[in-house]
Nanobody, 117 residues
Framework: QVQLVESGGGLVQAGGSLRLSCAASGGTFSSYFMGWFRQTPGKEREFVVSISPSGARTYSAAFVKGRFTISRDNAKNMVSLQMNSLNAEDTAVYYC??????????WGLGTQVTVSS
């Protein structure tokens, strides 16, 4: 069973950048698809970005528009999310997830990102 711990959230001004990290333990990290999701109060959790086990393929939600980049380091069991050009609509709790091509079944506790306008 893989455990995921997010870090790097915080408060940033609109137009700024933030880098989230997710440390994985307890599983074969290099075999997992990894992803980032986010959730705001009253809304369902939504997909942000994901990356294949090797790191060769990435996938992004339409609203990302090239602003966010996911990367992974299989040697360090880490996945990161670089977020640029942040706006108030990006304010949410961001969750790291691990899974397969069929879906994500392992989740971290989340890290809060707040963008002030």
């Amino acid at each position: 069973q893989v455990q995921l711990v997010e870090s790097g959230g915080g408060l940033v001004q609109a137009g700024g950048s933030l880098r989230l990290s997710c440390a994985a333990s307890g599983g074969t990290f290099s075999s997992y698809f990894m992803g980032w999701f986010r959730q705001t109060p009253g809304k369902e959790r939504e997909f942000v970005v994901s990356i294949s086990p090797s790191g060769a393929r990435t996938y992004s939600a339409a609203f990302v528009k090239g602003r966010f980049t996911i990367s992974r380091d299989n040697a360090k069991n880490m996945v990161s999310l670089q977020m640029n050009s942040l706006n108030a609509e990006d304010t949410a709790v961001y969750y790291c997830a691990a899974g397969t091509s069929a879906g994500f079944g392992h989740w971290g506790l989340g890290t809060q990102v707040t963008v002030s306008s």
